[in-house]
């Protein structure tokens, strides 16, 4: 089926650096997604972006924290600064819709802040 | 405030029997409900989903069952099977962009 293709897998960064996490999506999808899960804790929205641009965001989604797809290539999270708590495992996803639409996840990147 | 919430935390089930998870929510707006698998290391995957306009929803072993006036729902897996062990997170929307997961469910199926 289709897939959406987080890198790295895994990053480990000291607090106070920046950090890009990166996603390919499904080719022909429109919404592109990030979620942030701790480890044993629900799946929390952070942002969603069409068209170039955020439609809508959660509280979680601080200041430090952007994305952009430039130019049709990886839709990128970029944290900077990076906090302790910001340690988590985020997933991208893609719809093809928005509207009560199937949501497909990358694998995940595990982001570890010392 | 918690959007959906799930129980059990976890779920052990023998082989053959049916397991049964529950989820509820709070946004009577709310409208779509998919249930989504996760294994350790990978994403979570769209397993089955219901919109409110029905109060069953049925695919080979798994069949959701849908409460609107009580605002819940519960995932069935009849005759369980060791493949299913994972984590089933329920989750919810209005028909926008915003997706509310629970904090999951984690289902162990003993041989």
């Known amino acids: 089926g289709p897939k959406v293709l987080q890198i790295p897998s895994h990053q480990i960064i000291d607090m106070g650096q920046m950090v890009t996490l990166n996603c390919d999506p499904v080719?022909?999808?429109?919404?592109f997604y990030w979620y942030k899960q701790i480890l044993g804790q629900q799946m929390e929205f952070l942002v969603n972006f069409y068209n170039g641009k955020v439609m809508e965001k959660s509280k979680l989604f601080k200041d430090q924290f952007s994305v952009e797809r430039p130019d049709g290539s990886y839709f990128t999270l970029k944290i900077q600064p990076t906090a302790l708590e910001d340690s988590a495992v985020y997933f991208c996803?893609?719809?093809?819709?928005?509207?009560?639409?199937?949501?497909?996840f990358g694998h995940g990147t595990k982001l570890s802040v010392l | 405030q918690q959007q959906v919430r799930q129980s059990p935390q976890s779920l052990t089930v023998w082989e053959g029997e049916t397991a049964i998870l529950n989820c509820s929510y709070e946004d009577s707006t709310f409208n779509y409900f998919p249930w989504y698998q996760q294994f350790p290391g990978e994403g979570p995957a769209l397993l089955i989903s219901i919109r409110s306009v029905s109060d069953k929803k049925e695919d080979g072993r798994f069949t959701i069952f849908f409460n609107k006036r009580e605002k819940k729902l519960s995932l069935h897996i009849t005759d369980s099977q060791p493949g299913d062990s994972a984590t089933y997170f329920c989750?919810?929307?209005?028909?926008?962009?915003?997706?509310?997961f629970g904090k999951g469910t984690s289902l162990t199926v003993i041989p």
């Open positions: 989750a919810a929307n209005t028909g926008y962009q915003n997706f509310y």
């Open positions: 996803a893609s719809s093809l819709q928005v509207s009560n639409e199937r949501l497909f």
């Open positions: 080719s022909n999808h429109l919404y």
